[in-house]
């Protein structure tokens, strides 16, 4: 049976959607930690807990990303931008990046993109002692918390953990987690130093948590036979995955992660655009159903519903439709499509899904 991995957030935060949502097929509640906070953190557990449902951790790791704005939102072409570390003591209008060592590998010249290219940034100085950076606004835009930050045909090394990571890891990993899906893993030497601080923090060997890499950037690629013979399973996440290559190499990149997974016996899940459509819509896309069937056949053994689980306006029913089409591929394996009708395969399914599907 395959796996259903869900994303919490305000549309599915409360104990009778997580409930619901449970019952439909999700075999895990993920906290995403790039959009949360000390005090969120504690108050989704809460809720999870409350709930009785199966919950895990998912890292802000390698990437670069906007922690705190001061000022305006909104930054208009030609304008200068102050970039400063959120471990500072800045107070000036500017951004706030969580990682501070993107100072000493940036240089004047450099072009950052923010959120797939809304704003394009170009760095004019660096001051690498106070961690402090000035550029000017190439491409206007508004700028939002928590988005990713790129650095255009330059790659850069960052801690595998942020300091939020370490905290949450060490402060709930023997609390009941069932996993930790750690973001951007470049290589087997990040796996065996997340096993480390687990080490150190699940003195029981049966509360300790299974670690499932994100593939995501090249690095990752480049050692994906290494990282997924050291973890517990594979997590493919398609959208940040695109940041580093051509998206029309996206299903090629996939298809061989898959495959690799297989011929090691990894488990591997799949992420970014599984039914967007129903982010507002109450019926998925065909684009969509022949997605999800055709990455079943791939051999995905399970899926993620990111965006749509966490602000979309059908939680509930998204799990209910990766059911769906997870027995419609089963039964097509086995022979027995033909003799089954829609409300054989899921007795949860209702009109207007139940016709729709």
Known sequence: MHEIVTTVGPSSLDVETLTQM????????????????????????????GASVPFSLDTQGAQLRIEKIIGTNFLE??????????????????????????????????????DFGGV?????????????????????????????????????????????????????AASGLKSIYLSFAS???????????????????????????????????????DIASSVDGILIDRGDLSREISISRIPLATKAILEVCQNLSTPCYVATNILDSMMTSDLP???????????????????????EAAIGKNPVSSVQVVKHMSRVYESSADGT???????MLNSSLADPLLSWL
């Open 337 to 343: 499509i033909g003799f089954i009708t829609g409300k």
């Open 77 to 114: 072409e030609g304008s200068e931008l102050n970039i400063f570390s959120v471990a500072s003591d800045y107070d000036s209008p500017g951004i706030g990046i969580n990682h501070s060592e993107f100072f000493t590998q940036i240089e004047v010249g450099d072009t950052l993109k923010i």
């Open 285 to 307: 896309s065909r684009a969509e159903i022949s997605d999800l069937f055709n990455l079943f056949v791939s051999g995905s053994s399970g899926i993620v519903l990111a965006a």
């Open 187 to 225: 290589s087997r030497r990040d796996i065996q130093r997340l096993n480390a601080l687990l080490d150190s923090c699940c003195l029981d060997e049966q509360l300790r948590p299974r670690i499932i890499a994100k593939i995501e950037s090249r690095m990752g690629l480049l050692n994906l036979r």
């Open 22 to 49: 449970f019952y439909a097929g999700a075999t895990d509640f993920r906290i995403n930690l790039s959009h949360s906070s000390p005090e969120s953190l504690t108050s989704y557990l809460d809720v999870l807990k």
């Open 120 to 172: 394009v940034v170009s760095i004019l100085n660096v001051d690498v002692s106070n961690c402090l950076a000035r550029a000017k606004v190439l491409k206007s835009g508004n700028i939002v918390l928590n988005r990713a930050v790129d650095i255009q045909e330059k790659t850069i090394h960052l801690s595998y953990l942020t300091e939020f990571d370490e905290y949450a890891i060490g402060k709930f």
